[in-house]
């Protein structure tokens, strides 16, 4: 069990109160996130990598992971078709479209979905902490 798993079940637990939620996000901006992308880079992008993506109940999710023994867990023999860039969980946020989902730790027990309202809550908390680093 990772650090970020007993924050996101305290969170769970406690029903979503504000400071449990509140320590899911803050240790998910400073986590090492493992994000599988395309090994494939597009001709003519200026993009370092193409995160793929997967289609959960008619949505799509960028996908991450917390270690890298969980990415290739849900990789499974599909891993050698891919990729994986690190990422802190801060730098994800900041550069994913806050219109994305975002999905961490596919298929393991403390899976958590962040859907556009709260991935703009984050990106909020993100422009904050770098306000307060330039001030």
């Known amino acids: 069990m990772t650090e970020l798993d007993k924050a996101i079940s305290a969170a769970f637990t406690s029903e979503g109160k504000q400071d449990d939620v509140n320590k899911v996000y803050l240790l998910l901006l400073r986590t090492i996130l493992f994000v599988p992308v395309s090994k494939e880079k597009t001709p003519h992008s200026d993009e370092p990598f193409v995160p793929l993506f997967a289609k959960i109940d008619e949505r799509y999710y960028m996908l991450a ?28 946020i ?8 975002f999905s961490l730790n596919v298929g393991t027990a403390y899976y958590k979905e962040f859907l556009p309202d709260e991935i703009k809550r984050l990106k909020t908390i993100v422009s904050r902490i770098e306000q307060m680093k330039q001030g």
């Open 65 to 92: 992971f917390d270690t890298l023994e969980r990415l290739t867990n849900w990789a499974g023999e599909h891993m050698k078709d891919m990729a994986y860039v690190e990422l802190s969980g801060h730098d994800l």
């Open 94 to 101: 900041k550069g994913i479209n806050d219109q994305a989902c």
